[in-house]
């Protein structure tokens, strides 16, 4: 197996778990759950780009992986202050 086979495997395992947290996403019962699967969902997005990059050798991709990563990880701060109320 080429490391190029098993990264394409590692799309369809990754495309399969983003897709599970956005049912999580929709199903959630509370807002904690739906917030803990956005965030799933971010990280797997940035992580899904990055293996694309490198599938692809297209630099551009993990570059907007990196930017992608850090407006999440704001985006959760944000969003995890207005759930406490702190905004």
Not at 1 to 30: C, D, E
Not at 53 to 73: C, H, K, M, N, P
Request: overall charge neutral.
């Amino acid at each position: 197996m080429t490391s190029i086979t098993f990264l394409q495997y590692m799309v369809t395992i990754i495309t399969v778990a983003f897709f599970l947290s956005f049912l999580r996403i929709i199903k959630g019962p509370t807002t904690g759950d739906r917030f803990i699967a956005l965030d799933a969902a971010t990280t797997i997005t940035t992580a899904l780009l990055v293996i694309l990059g490198v599938i692809y050798q297209r630099e551009w991709l993990i570059d907007v992986a990196i930017i992608y990563a850090l407006l999440s990880f704001i985006a959760i701060i944000a969003i995890s202050r207005y759930l406490e109320g702190g905004l």
